[in-house]
């Protein structure tokens, strides 16, 4: 009977682990879980400081009437409902959908034609240093310059007399700032798109080119199956960063139109950043604090759900090289 019998195993010595539970982990995570909040937290309360409150604070502003001094009158969705039927608002909104949209188009279609055609150069660093210096001008020298190149005794005119052209248009009237601001903003923002577009394409291995080549690939096949698979987290990234910067585009605009009589810019060209900043600052009339902060929640909503929408149409599985 003795011989028939087995010995049981014993068990391991320590703590039992009990089912379900994970085990802690190296002691590199246990250094990592205890280095987060003394790194992160200061950031985070930082940011809540300067942004999550000042934006809950925003939204209770804009359903209150109020001047910026004196007690608040709760009004509810009244500055919102306002703000929809104010013609003005409404043509600054579509203004910036404009910059959004059609700018955007424009900008994204050349920058991604100059990076297919500058990806082969051989001083393709120089240009890129080239295009790129616009977009670190700041928008006064490209207002001032405006004013010596559209004038009518300025250099386009003086250009366009030896053509026949005897009445050029009035660049600078009212009606044509806004077009005039629109190509300014495909000028300027143009080269910095194309050099975060180069560095994406720039990162792919030179064999996947070779290998294309070998295959007897078209140009257009290599476009599709090669370059935007691999880069398309850069067109992303370049798409949500011209959404946020659009909707927030104010100095140009207020450089272009500022010297009008009034000694802000005309209405055919206002944004909706433009409208927000007029309606609480202007110092024409008693500053509506409600409705100023109503369009800026507008202008945050419309960013946000663009953003999560971009995101979400241009998400793709990682292509890993």
Same mark, same amino acid.
């Given at each position: 009977?003795?011989?028939?019998? /087995?010995?049981?195993?014993?068990?391991?010595?320590?703590?039992?682990?009990?089912?379900? =539970?994970?085990?802690?982990?190296?002691?590199?995570?246990?250094?990592?879980?205890?280095?987060?909040?003394?790194?992160?937290?200061?950031?985070?309360?930082?940011?809540?400081?300067?942004?999550?409150?000042?934006?809950?604070?925003?939204? !209770?502003?804009?359903?209150? +009437?109020?001047?910026?001094?004196?007690?608040?009158? @709760?009004?509810? @969705?009244?500055?919102?409902?306002?703000?929809?039927? +104010?013609?003005?608002? =409404?043509?600054?909104?579509?203004?910036?959908?404009?910059?959004?949209?059609?700018?955007?188009?424009?900008?994204?279609?050349?920058?991604?034609?100059?990076?297919?055609? =500058?990806?082969?150069?051989?001083?393709?660093?120089?240009?890129?240093?080239?295009?790129?210096?616009?977009?670190?001008?700041?928008?006064?020298? @490209?207002?001032?310059?405006?004013?010596?190149?559209?004038?009518?005794?300025?250099?386009?005119?003086?250009?366009?007399?030896?053509?026949?052209?005897?009445?050029?248009?009035?660049?600078?009237?009212?009606?044509?700032?806004?077009?005039?601001?629109?190509?300014?903003?495909?000028?300027?923002?143009?080269? &910095?798109?194309?050099?975060?577009?180069?560095?994406?394409?720039?990162?792919?291995?030179?064999?996947?080119?070779?290998?294309?080549?070998?295959?007897?690939? /078209?140009?257009?096949?290599?476009?599709? &199956?090669?370059?935007?698979?691999?880069?398309?987290?850069?067109?992303?990234?370049?798409?949500?960063? !011209?959404?946020?910067?659009?909707?927030?585009?104010?100095?140009?605009?207020?450089?272009?139109?500022?010297?009008?009589?009034?000694?802000?810019?005309? /209405?055919?060209?206002? /944004?909706?950043?433009?409208?927000?900043?007029?309606?609480?600052?202007?110092?024409?009339?008693?500053?509506?604090?409600?409705?100023?902060?109503?369009?800026?929640?507008?202008?945050?909503? =419309?960013?946000?759900?663009?953003?999560?929408?971009?995101?979400?149409?241009?998400?793709?599985?990682?292509?890993?090289?």
């Amino acid at each position: 009977m003795s011989a028939l019998t /087995t010995k049981r195993p014993r068990r391991a010595s320590g703590p039992a682990v009990k089912p379900g =539970l994970r085990p802690a982990g190296s002691s590199i995570d246990r250094q990592r879980r205890k280095l987060l909040v003394p790194f992160v937290g200061p950031a985070f309360i930082f940011y809540t400081i300067l942004f999550i409150v000042p934006a809950f604070a925003a939204v !209770w502003i804009s359903l209150n +009437d109020w001047a910026g001094s004196g007690p608040m009158t @709760f009004v509810g @969705f009244k500055n919102y409902i306002q703000v929809f039927q +104010d013609p003005l608002f =409404l043509k600054s909104f579509g203004n910036t959908l404009l910059l959004l949209f059609v700018v955007g188009a424009v900008v994204f279609a050349l920058a991604f034609a100059m990076t297919l055609v =500058l990806r082969d150069m051989a001083a393709k660093k120089i240009v890129r240093n080239v295009i790129f210096f616009p977009h670190l001008i700041n928008a006064l020298v @490209f207002g001032v310059l405006a004013g010596f190149i559209f004038n009518p005794g300025g250099m386009v005119n003086t250009l366009l007399k030896p053509l026949g052209v005897s009445e050029p248009p009035a660049w600078l009237a009212q009606d044509n700032i806004f077009p005039l601001i629109m190509a300014t903003m495909v000028m300027t923002t143009t080269g &910095y798109f194309t050099t975060i577009l180069m560095a994406g394409v720039d990162r792919i291995p030179p064999y996947f080119y070779e290998d294309c080549a070998l295959a007897g690939a /078209t140009a257009f096949q290599r476009l599709r &199956y090669v370059i935007l698979p691999l880069t398309w987290d850069v067109f992303g990234t370049c798409a949500v960063l !011209w959404t946020i910067s659009s909707i927030k585009i104010f100095e140009i605009i207020w450089v272009f139109g500022g010297s009008s009589g009034a000694g802000i810019p005309p /209405t055919q060209s206002w /944004t909706v950043a433009v409208y927000t900043y007029v309606t609480a600052f202007s110092g024409l009339s008693t500053p509506a604090y409600g409705a100023a902060t109503a369009s800026a929640i507008i202008s945050l909503a =419309l960013v946000s759900v663009l953003v999560v929408l971009l995101r979400r149409a241009m998400r793709r599985d990682a292509i890993e090289f």
